[in-house]
């Protein structure tokens, strides 16, 4: 580093001429930049005089490398008895506050490196404390099981820095917060006891040793008032009752503490478990807009104790606590990442000019929002210090007097006009900047008389039955029923809203959710008239909308392999299978809900959608396979033999799902001639990849808090509901070459390994084609196919309109025929158009019946998987919602939905008569 000199670039102005001059004198050996800034400093600040008085012999070499001497003041604070650790810790923090002022006044340090130097100077003071308190203690026996190996890591003791210091950002005057645990597992039984009497005693000479004031001065005052329940506990307690603290009756308060809280002294390694264990405490898993209200209201009990409410008066104003000061830029980062951390892990920094760029960098809050406030926090902190380096007070007030302002503005280097309005333009902005974010503007007093007899239902709904619900939900309700009353058919998007907020278990959550994020409420009333199918989904996982503001909502779409890796990485940080099959049914919902809101917005078409909800499933089962293994291999062992490979089948074989799609899905293992498993407890081959099947149903279909996922169905497997859950490759071969009936070789056309091991799927992916391959041009096929088709007229006669999959010529139909066109020309494509285009190369369909036959698919399916998105599943009303129909026409191209239904029925027709024409003369068979 460089010296000081090189690096200045301004200079207070002495207030008191002489005794700038005086302490000139003393530094003579300054040249002139640092003269002045040393005869600036001491005219301005009593203090600082001083100490230039009591360590101008030290400032020379000081000034020469900034850097080096801190760091040669905090290296030498160890080895020291206590009787001389007291007076060198204070000399330290003399020389540390002196450079740091001088290289803060001067401009050769950023905020970073002033408020970072003032950290280490606590840090280190409080480690030597630490050990020279400790090492007594154990070598006279009172810490039992303990050695001179642990006096570094202080018995097990840790201190925590809280606020400031835990984020490195310690102000001129600052006090310290700390918490002091000790890790109760490095004792045994009555041990224990002992041991905490003793680290009580040492927590307090502690403090008194880094806090008392001496001739000498002191070091930083201690505030040791965050612990757990403070009132009541001792000032160091175990790491294990302050965790059963937190879960029980842990506050939104101090979650924001420990956002910033680091092990600072004693055993940082049991420090750094103890702040992973508070992960779930701090970071909530779901976005935590509760947490808002929360904070404003500390916030508001703040300034009504200290007196601070009111308009701004420049004279004796809170720099810190007061309005548009540093107290609202820092809640308004930590209730952010509060917020937004859980899901965000970026955003789990403890310094707020940090934190500001990360909120910005992920999409949290805009960046002009954060350069601004970075801006005002650093231009805040140095007015902070200015005014703390005139006496050493812990003050953050302006000064009361124009005399005073006049000492401020001199002290830097300002005009006194110039700096007041300076302070009014930057107070000012940060309080509007950060206001509007903790107390939302108001809804319009006034909500529009509409749907008197639904809303009355409202104040008895589940989530309305708290005051704090009803509270939130009454500021939004005008604006609801504002966007309900202006959509096409009000009255529908009513009722529907009506039903989704019927669905909601609770409120208080949802509704600060919308209130922070007003554009969800439009988001809502768009679904609500548009899709109740999907409010219906909203209002049983209303937790999927953290989604829409947790940044990337409407990115492109990752890919099945960024999916697969997401997934697989987001349930490896998981503690147990539980959390995480209740981790994967959060994910794959938020996605699921994303797909439904691109296509609704018109941002995707069916293709596209059917294609990604293909994808996302294909991503959960890839994810949950190994998940379902490694718990089955706890206790039996790992799977016996080669493994296994998960097969779809059906549609999600094809790559393309509607939104309510259940899975087909078979599991076939290679024993490889082993028996049985390899585990604590052994399982015979067969029954492990039976037991492995059945967690594979369960990890995707079981009920839990987060729902279900999937709803699954083994039936493609061989010998349907008879066999066995999960089939061996050898029976699986023998069973597909000799037994299979037709519509199984039909349905292997569409089989696709999407889980398991690799070499495994191959294997089985060249014998399908092998198999396909064989079967080409069959004789029975198309007689097989016409007994099916027969079979399936009886069961669901033909139908006309909105019945999308049964009848002739409709979805299943050309399906199946797509499947059997596959098999005759021996081709191995699963998806429906690739079958098609097989058959007509192969000559089994002519061109204009081929574009007949794709045409029909993909209507039929277009409009199934609006459908399906609009209703959850259930059949489409003849006469569907306003908003649905848009929808529907968007996909299909018509006008109306006369016309709609009238392209259906031709498109239906038509493909029935390719169908019908292929199949003439047919014999039906036996084997369908």
């Known amino acids: 580093m460089t010296d000081l000199a090189s690096r200045l670039r301004r200079a207070p102005r002495p207030l008191d001429p002489d005794k700038a001059a005086e302490a000139r004198q003393l530094c003579g050996w300054a040249e002139p930049a640092t003269a002045e800034l040393i005869g600036g400093t001491a005219g301005c600040s009593p203090y600082l005089a001083g100490l230039i008085g009591r360590e101008h012999g030290w400032l020379e070499a000081a000034c020469a490398d900034p850097e080096g001497a801190v760091a040669a003041e905090l290296s030498d604070l160890g080895g020291h008895d206590l009787a001389a650790l007291g007076p060198r810790l204070r000399q330290a923090k003399r020389r540390v506050a002196l450079i740091a002022a001088l290289a803060d006044l001067g401009g050769a340090w950023p905020l970073e490196e002033v408020t970072g130097s003032l950290t280490r100077l606590a840090d280190?003071?409080?480690?030597?404390?630490?050990?020279?308190?400790?090492?007594?203690?154990?070598?006279?026996?009172?810490?039992?099981?303990?050695?001179?190996?642990?006096?570094?890591?202080?018995?097990?003791?840790?201190?925590?820095?809280?606020?400031?210091?835990?984020?490195?950002?310690?102000?001129?005057?600052?006090?310290?917060?700390?918490?002091?645990?000790?890790?109760?597992?490095?004792?045994?039984?009555?041990?224990?006891?002992?041991?905490?009497?003793?680290?009580?005693?040492?927590?307090?000479?502690?403090?008194?040793?880094?806090?008392?004031?001496?001739?000498?001065?002191?070091?930083?005052?201690?505030?040791?008032?965050?612990?757990?329940?403070?009132?009541?506990?001792?000032?160091?307690?175990?790491?294990?009752?302050?965790?059963?603290?937190?879960?029980?009756?842990?506050?939104?308060?101090?979650?924001?503490?420990?956002?910033?809280a680091r092990p600072c002294a004693g055993d940082l390694a049991a420090g750094a478990r103890f702040n992973e264990t508070l992960r779930p405490f701090v970071w909530r898993r779901h976005l935590d807009f509760h947490a808002i209200r929360d904070a404003h209201d500390m916030r508001l009990k703040i300034r009504d104790h200290k007196g601070l409410g009111g308009a701004l008066s420049l004279p004796g104003h809170d720099m810190k606590l007061g309005r548009g000061g540093i107290r609202e830029i820092e809640f308004f980062t930590q209730t952010r990442q509060l917020i937004s951390g859980g899901r965000d892990p970026s955003l789990r920094v403890r310094g707020t000019v940090q934190g500001l760029d990360r909120l910005a960098q992920a999409g949290w809050i805009d960046r002009d929002t954060a350069e601004a406030l970075t801006r005002h926090y650093r231009a805040h902190r140095e007015v902070e210090h200015r005014v703390q380096m005139i006496g050493d007070q812990q003050t953050h007030k302006l000064p009361s007097s124009e005399e005073g302002f006049e000492r401020l503005a001199a002290f830097m280097g300002r005009d006194l006009a110039e700096l007041k309005s300076e302070l009014t333009a930057r107070l000012e902005e940060v309080h509007a900047l950060t206001e509007d974010f903790f107390a939302p503007g108001h809804a319009p007093a006034e909500a529009p008389e509409f749907g008197e007899d639904v809303t009355a239902r409202w104040p008895g709904y589940p989530a309305l039955r708290s005051d704090r619900a009803v509270e939130i939900f009454d500021r939004l309700r005008p604006e609801i029923l504002k966007a309900l009353s202006e959509a096409a058919r009000p009255e529908e998007a009513l009722a529907q809203f009506d039903a989704f907020l019927a669905g909601l278990p609770a409120g208080v959550q949802l509704f600060s959710l919308f209130e922070a994020n007003p554009q969800l409420t439009r988001l809502i009333v768009d679904i609500c008239a548009t899709a109740p199918g999907l409010a219906q989904y909203l209002s049983r996982n209303s937790g999927v909308l953290d989604a829409v503001i947790g940044g990337g909502f409407f990115a492109d779409w990752p890919g099945v392999d960024a999916l697969r890796s997401e997934l697989a990485g987001l349930l490896a940080r998981q503690p147990d299978h539980e959390a995480r099959l209740g981790a994967a049914r959060v994910w794959a919902k938020e996605l699921h809900f994303r797909i439904g809101v691109h296509h609704l917005r018109g941002l995707i078409d069916a293709g596209i959608a059917g294609r990604e909800y293909a994808e996302l499933a294909e991503a959960v089962v890839a994810a949950l396979v190994p998940v379902v293994i490694d718990e089955i291999a706890?206790?039996?062992?790992?799977?016996?033999?080669?493994?296994?490979?998960?097969?779809?089948?059906?549609?999600?074989?094809?790559?393309?799902?509607?939104?309510?799609?259940?899975?087909?899905?078979?599991?076939?293992?290679?024993?490889?001639?082993?028996?049985?498993?390899?585990?604590?407890?052994?399982?015979?081959?067969?029954?492990?990849?039976?037991?492995?099947?059945?967690?594979?149903?369960?990890?995707?279909?079981?009920?839990?808090?987060?729902?279900?996922?999937?709803?699954?169905?083994?039936?493609?497997?061989?010998?349907?509901?008879?066999?066995?859950?999960?089939?061996?490759?050898?029976?699986?071969?023998?069973?597909?070459?000799?037994?299979?009936?037709?519509?199984?070789?039909?349905?292997?056309?569409?089989a696709r390994a999407v889980a398991g091991e690799p070499g495994l799927g191959e294997e089985i992916e060249d014998f399908r084609r092998d198999l396909i391959a064989q079967k080409a041009d069959g004789e029975t096929v198309l007689a097989d196919l016409a007994a099916m088709r027969a079979r399936l007229a009886e069961a669901r006669p033909a139908s006309h309109g909105w019945n999308l999959r049964d009848g002739a010529g409709r979805l299943q139909d050309v399906e199946l025929f797509a499947q059997s066109l596959a098999l005759r020309a021996g081709s191995a494509g699963r998806e429906i158009t690739a079958q098609i285009e097989a058959g007509r190369a192969a000559g089994l369909v002519d061109d204009a019946g081929a574009r007949a036959l794709d045409h029909a698919a993909a209507l039929f399916r277009g409009v199934q998987c609006v459908a399906r998105l609009l209703t959850g599943g259930g059949p489409l009303p003849e006469d569907p919602a306003e908003g649905g129909a848009r929808v529907m026409l968007r996909e299909s191209g018509c006008e109306t939905l006369d016309d709609l239904r009238r392209a259906l029925d031709a498109a239906a027709a038509r493909a029935e008569e390719v169908i019908d024409r292929a199949l003439q003369g047919a014999r039906p068979g036996e084997n369908g």
Request: glycine share 10%; aromatic share 8%; hydrophobic share 40%.
């Open 124 to 260: 280190a003071a409080l480690q030597a404390g630490l050990e020279t308190l400790i090492a007594p203690q154990i070598a006279r026996g009172k810490l039992p099981g303990m050695t001179e190996a642990d006096i570094e890591s202080g018995a097990g003791m840790v201190l925590f820095a809280m606020g400031k210091m835990g984020a490195h950002e310690l102000n001129y005057s600052s006090d310290i917060d700390l918490i002091c645990l000790y890790d109760e597992t490095r004792y045994e039984g009555l041990d224990q006891h002992e041991a905490r009497s003793v680290l009580v005693r040492v927590t307090r000479k502690l403090a008194a040793l880094i806090g008392d004031i001496t001739g000498e001065g002191y070091v930083f005052r201690t505030d040791l008032r965050l612990r757990p329940d403070a009132a009541v506990t001792p000032v160091c307690l175990s790491m294990g009752a302050a965790e059963q603290y937190y879960e029980s009756v842990g506050r939104t308060w101090e979650r924001a503490a420990w956002i910033k």
């Open 634 to 750: 706890r206790r039996h062992g790992p799977p016996p033999g080669r493994g296994l490979s998960v097969l779809a089948m059906g549609s999600l074989g094809a790559g393309r799902l509607a939104s309510s799609s259940d899975l087909d899905l078979i599991v076939i293992y290679d024993a490889a001639g082993v028996e049985a498993s390899d585990g604590p407890r052994p399982l015979a081959t067969r029954a492990w990849y039976a037991r492995f099947t059945q967690g594979l149903i369960t990890a995707l279909t079981a009920p839990m808090p987060d729902g279900r996922l999937y709803e699954v169905d083994m039936r493609l497997r061989p010998s349907g509901r008879q066999g066995p859950v999960a089939t061996a490759l050898p029976a699986f071969r023998a069973y597909q070459q000799d037994e299979a009936w037709t519509w199984e070789h039909l349905a292997l056309t569409r």
